[in-house]
């Protein structure tokens, strides 16, 4: 991420509107819904959520991690009840397997990989603009947590953590008092 450049963003409610139809709405393709999700509530890259695949989901009984950076996020378990089956068939992102829906291409077939423009025709015919529901999730996560936590839990270079920290004026040097205050899960 260059510093410098403005970061065009979604407002707040915006950005909270569309997390809340990706999350609650059965007519989207459940591919399409957890990609959206990735980009809205995980500030995850098209580029990266293409590669992912089902060893990136970690599940222990009703429990279920991704493994984006180096530190597994939990997965809020409203999210992966209305998207399930979850892990089984959603996280195969990579192979361009379900039902045909907005923005697929006809050159699509099963196990091959789904490429960025393609994900971001389907999730812009779903009214997301994929890069700006990115910045708008990395901005308000870089307010909530240190630039270190963020590189290592959403796999974002410390680099580019610390210049989304600065952006927001974030040092965020409470956090850690902050996380020790907290009782353990």
């Known amino acids: 991420m260059p510093s410098g450049k403005p970061r065009r963003s979604l407002a707040d409610d915006e950005r909270w509107r569309l997390a809340h139809r990706f999350l609650h709405d059965d007519t989207i393709d459940t591919v399409d819904r957890v990609v959206g999700l990735l980009v809205l509530l995980y500030g995850q890259p098209l580029t990266k959520i293409s590669r992912l695949t089902t060893s990136h989901v970690i599940q222990a009984g009703q429990s279920v991690r991704l493994a984006l950076g180096t530190h597994p996020v939990d997965v809020p378990h409203r999210w992966t009840g209305s998207c399930s089956p979850w892990p089984k068939t959603a996280m195969a992102l990579p192979a361009s397997a379900g039902p045909t829906s907005p923005g697929s291409s006809p050159a699509s077939s099963p196990g091959r990989p ?10 812009t015919a779903y009214g997301l603009p994929s890069r700006r529901g990115r910045n708008s999730a990395l901005t308000d996560l870089a307010a909530q947590m240190p630039p270190a ?14 210049q989304w920290a600065d952006a927001v004026g974030s040092a965020r040097t409470e956090y850690a008092a902050d996380r020790s205050k907290r009782p353990p899960r």
């Open 114 to 123: 789904r490429g960025t423009a393609h994900l971001r025709s389907r999730l």
């Open 149 to 162: 936590v963020l590189s290592q839990v959403l796999g974002v270079g410390v680099k580019a953590a610390t």
